[in-house]
């Protein structure tokens, strides 16, 4: 393991990490923020490994000799949707969901809580921190540099916001009854799987369209995401903390007032 590229992987999540915890709202409950900054990126870091084994048993890889070559499109398509989007956002969707329950739910009012964000958003880093290490180790020696900022723009921006828009709709879908809160929580998880398929066929070609649309895609999550934050993740409605305000002075009205 070479630590020039451990720090490089670090880097490369780091801006992203310190935005999620420096506009965490103030919610009464930060001593649980270590445990779940903790847990989230060993999620992340597990997912990966779930996402590798996974798709080796469904996918092995085999000498096959077809008589009927397949497009590009296809190809870049099955990639994109299916192996790369269906695999990676269905096991990170299932980890966030199982550390929401231990550490960002409130049993008695069947709510997630809004930790739910830090939760979604560190599995997020956790997974491309990985990814990126193994990018970048990969990588010669004289673009590791260049590898490190364009996984660091691109890569963990992608997963950051595919899996804070899930979180999103795990604190939306408190305002939902049974059943539907769970059709709706497959519907972000469906979502998810769009959003990281069609940042994959984006960019998958290595194409000049493909980077243009994948930043349009890119600013249009990112407005998504700050709009619904600023809606559903209040101090006042959200946490429910009622600020204390100072005592309104009495006015002796024993003393009359001058008016001058």
Same mark, same amino acid.
């Given at each position: 393991?070479?630590?020039?590229?451990?720090?490089?992987?670090?880097?490369?999540?780091?801006?992203?990490?310190?935005?999620?915890?420096? %506009?965490?709202?103030?919610?009464?409950? #930060?001593?649980?923020?270590?445990?779940?900054?903790?847990?989230?990126?060993?999620?992340?870091? +597990?997912? %990966? @490994?779930?996402?590798?084994?996974?798709?080796?048993?469904?996918?092995?890889?085999?000498?096959?000799?077809?008589?009927?070559?397949?497009? $590009?499109?296809?190809?870049?398509?099955?990639?994109?949707?299916?192996?790369?989007?269906?695999?990676?956002?269905?096991?990170?969707?299932?980890?966030?969901?199982?550390?929401?329950?231990?550490?960002?739910?409130?049993?008695? /009012?069947?709510?997630?809580?809004?930790?739910?964000?830090?939760?979604?958003?560190?599995?997020?880093?956790?997974?491309?921190?990985?990814?990126?290490?193994?990018?970048?180790? %990969?990588?010669?020696?004289?673009?590791? $540099?260049?590898?490190?900022?364009?996984?660091?723009?691109?890569?963990?921006?992608?997963?950051?916001?595919?899996?804070?828009?899930?979180?999103?709709?795990?604190?939306?879908?408190?305002?939902?009854?049974?059943?539907?809160?769970?059709?709706? +929580?497959?519907?972000?998880?469906?979502?998810?799987?769009?959003?990281?398929?069609? &940042?994959?066929?984006?960019?998958?070609?290595?194409?000049?369209?493909?980077?243009?649309?994948?930043?349009?895609? &890119?600013?249009?999550?990112?407005?998504?995401?700050?709009?619904?934050?600023?809606?559903?993740?209040? @101090?006042? /409605?959200?946490? /429910? +903390?009622? /600020?204390?305000?100072?005592? @309104?002075? #009495?006015?002796?009205?024993?003393?009359? #007032?001058?008016?001058?």
């Amino acid at each position: 393991m070479s630590l020039e590229v451990i720090l490089l992987a670090i880097g490369s999540i780091f801006p992203w990490g310190f935005y999620l915890i420096y %506009t965490q709202p103030n919610t009464g409950r #930060e001593k649980r923020f270590f445990f779940i900054i903790f847990f989230a990126l060993l999620l992340g870091w +597990i997912s %990966t @490994e779930l996402v590798l084994r996974a798709s080796a048993w469904i996918w092995p890889e085999t000498e096959i000799k077809a008589k009927v070559a397949k497009s $590009i499109l296809s190809q870049t398509a099955f990639l994109a949707f299916v192996k790369a989007g269906m695999m990676e956002e269905f096991c990170k969707s299932i980890l966030i969901v199982s550390l929401s329950l231990v550490f960002a739910y409130d049993w008695k /009012k069947k709510e997630f809580l809004p930790e739910t964000f830090l939760v979604g958003g560190f599995i997020a880093l956790g997974f491309a921190g990985i990814e990126n290490y193994h990018y970048i180790l %990969t990588a010669k020696e004289d673009d590791r $540099i260049h590898t490190f900022i364009l996984r660091t723009l691109k890569s963990s921006n992608a997963h950051l916001l595919i899996n804070l828009c899930f979180a999103l709709c795990l604190i939306k879908s408190n305002k939902r009854q049974f059943p539907d809160k769970y059709w709706y +929580i497959l519907s972000g998880f469906l979502l998810a799987v769009v959003q990281h398929g069609l &940042f994959d066929f984006f960019v998958i070609p290595v194409g000049r369209f493909g980077h243009w649309a994948a930043t349009a895609l &890119f600013v249009g999550i990112w407005v998504w995401i700050v709009k619904d934050r600023r809606v559903y993740m209040k @101090e006042e /409605k959200i946490y /429910k +903390i009622q /600020k204390e305000k100072p005592p @309104e002075e #009495e006015i002796s009205r024993s003393v009359p #007032e001058i008016i001058r």
